[in-house]
């Protein structure tokens, strides 16, 4: 009897064995599946392709696309203006998006459950909706602007700042706070208010618990929502397109311009190439703070 029960535990060591081996080459045939059918033709292709371009010469393989690209005296002004933009933009939605969700968590009213459904609906619309909604009320033609020059008896519309950087930052915040909201509001929802209670219990007042208590504990989550918030802000198009003027010329503004009006391909590429590079260190950041803040949410 017992030899018949050991022989059965072989058998079914013997099955598992065969149905793990069977489940494992069915991952790694689902795996070159994705890589082979999807990431091929839509990630990986485009990209060499886009790296080939950026290097290639007359003569075979060259890097004088970048060479043109950082030596064009123009460069230095069109990375600044996308630095400062970028930053004045991103840290602006960043400071706004933790402000709305601190007062959402800690000081909730009638109706934030609504508004917080709002913000999160609001990310799904497209970010060139943003900019004609200001344009449509705080353009020189818009419905703020007329209403308060007939107010006031102006001769010329009060409101004249949209289409150039005011006009880009100020879109920019309002659509890219919200990207700050969710994982602000998801990382004070894993604060010990017990820790909160006590140091408001010893006498701390508002500011000391925010700035002793609540942004030590959840600042992974704040980080991570505006290193996302400067993610997204490096690669907005829409509203540039929109909003900005011929003198406003960023990164994203200048490879369009020298892949459809000077039709310089190869320059193009190499700056796209170097806003990849960007963009995925930021990500590379974003990631890493995010795997942080998971691991503090789950002890």
């Known amino acids: 009897m017992s030899s018949l029960s050991v022989s059965e535990h072989v058998v079914d060591d013997v099955a598992h064995t065969a149905a793990k081996r069977r489940r494992e080459r069915l991952a790694q045939w689902h795996l070159w599946f994705i890589l082979v059918v999807i990431l091929g033709p839509l990630v990986i292709y485009p990209l060499l392709q886009l790296l080939i371009l950026s290097m290639s010469g007359a003569h075979g393989v060259s890097f004088h696309a970048y060479t043109a690209f950082f030596s064009n005296p123009e460069t230095s002004g069109v990375v600044g203006t996308t630095l400062g933009i970028l930053f004045a933009s991103a840290t602006l939605a960043s400071v706004l998006g933790v402000l709305l969700a601190a ?10 459950k609504l508004v917080t459904r709002f913000l999160e609906l609001f ?19 818009g419905s703020v602007s007329i209403g308060l020059q007939r107010l006031f008896n102006l001769q010329d519309p009060p409101l004249n700042f949209l289409f ?13 706070a919200p990207f700050v909201v969710r994982p602000t509001l998801a990382s004070f929802a894993t604060l010990d208010t017990r820790l909160i209670e006590a140091a408001k219990s010893l006498g701390a007042n508002g500011w000391m618990v925010a700035f002793k208590v609540i942004l030590p504990l959840a600042w992974p989550g704040i980080a991570a929502g505006t290193i996302l918030c400067f993610l997204l802000t490096l690669n907005e198009f829409g509203i540039l397109l929109v909003l900005g003027s011929a003198h406003l010329i960023t990164l994203p503004m200048a490879i369009y311009s020298s892949a459809t009006v000077d039709l310089d391909l190869p320059t193009a590429a190499a700056g796209a190439v170097v806003m990849l590079a960007m963009s995925l260190s930021l990500y590379a950041l974003y990631r890493r703070v995010n795997r942080r803040t998971g691991g503090r949410n789950g002890n």
Request: hydrophobic fraction near 60%.
């Open 103 to 112: 007062m959402l968590f800690f000081k909730p009213f009638p109706g934030a």
């Open 123 to 141: 990310v799904a619309f497209p970010s060139f909706l943003v900019a004609f909604t200001l344009i449509f009320l705080y353009g020189s033609q």
């Open 164 to 176: 150039g950087i005011g006009g880009v930052i100020l879109a920019e915040v309002v659509f890219y």
